[in-house]
């Protein structure tokens, strides 16, 4: 017994049976391209947070190693000032950073004075008694006035060993000593020390040389002895 023929009826239920499926069919199809598509979003979304949070610790690890770095060379620059005392016959050296610790010094004077220099041990310090007399017979060659006007300067090289957080640091700098210095008609001339000033730090081998040259500077050539 033969089937019987659909009728168009039949046909257009067939059809439209098959518009669903493929529709529900593209529709899978979305869904799955979709969820990919979030799937490949939510793996490129989670490696950019790891990659900013690196990169914020990475940045904040550098910078704090920079600032470590830049606290160390402070701490380890040394930068001496004084308080005179005695009535101004000496100067107290301190350091400006309150975490220095002075071990050693050598003052050293130009060679034009012929002064030998001076080492301290625990009690930093400059007298006028280390000098003031070959400063007055310097000035005197030089044709200075007996009296200043405001502070003069005496250039000094100042050789620094210093601790900081337990480690030894050596420093080397050109610093003046300024003082005043006052006649008197029969007792001679009175030097006064008043502070100490930072010139410019210096290394071994032009120490000694850049020392006379602040000296020729800030005193006439004669006053060497031309």
Do not use: C
Not at 17 to 30: C, D, L
Request: glycine share 10%; aromatic share 4%.
């Amino acid at each position: 017994m033969s089937n019987p023929e659909p009728t168009p009826d039949t046909q257009a239920t067939d059809t439209q049976a098959g518009a669903r499926a493929a529709e529900a069919a593209a529709i899978r199809r979305r869904w799955i391209t979709l969820g990919e598509i979030l799937a490949v979003a939510a793996v490129l979304i989670s490696a950019l947070t790891l990659w900013l949070g690196w990169s914020e610790r990475s940045d904040s690890a550098a910078e704090k190693a920079a600032e470590n770095a830049r606290a160390a060379t402070r701490a380890a620059t040394l930068v001496l000032g004084a308080q005179p005392a005695r009535g101004g016959d000496r100067l107290d050296i301190r350091t400006a950073a309150t975490d220095q610790s002075i071990q050693e010094q050598t003052i050293r004077f130009p060679a034009a004075l012929g002064v030998r220099a001076v080492e301290t041990t625990g009690e930093p310090r400059i007298e006028a008694g280390w000098f003031d007399g070959a400063l007055k017979k310097a000035r005197e060659r030089a044709g200075m006035p007996d009296d200043s006007r405001g502070d003069e300067r005496l250039p000094v090289l100042i050789e620094t060993r210093f601790m900081v957080d337990g480690e030894a640091h050596e420093d080397k700098a050109l610093y003046d000593v300024g003082y005043t210095i006052k006649g008197r008609l029969l007792g001679g001339h009175d030097v006064t020390l008043r502070g100490l000033s930072l010139v410019r730090r210096v290394g071994a081998r032009d120490a000694a040389s850049a020392l006379d040259a602040r000296w020729t500077r800030l005193v006439p050539a004669k006053a060497g002895g031309e």
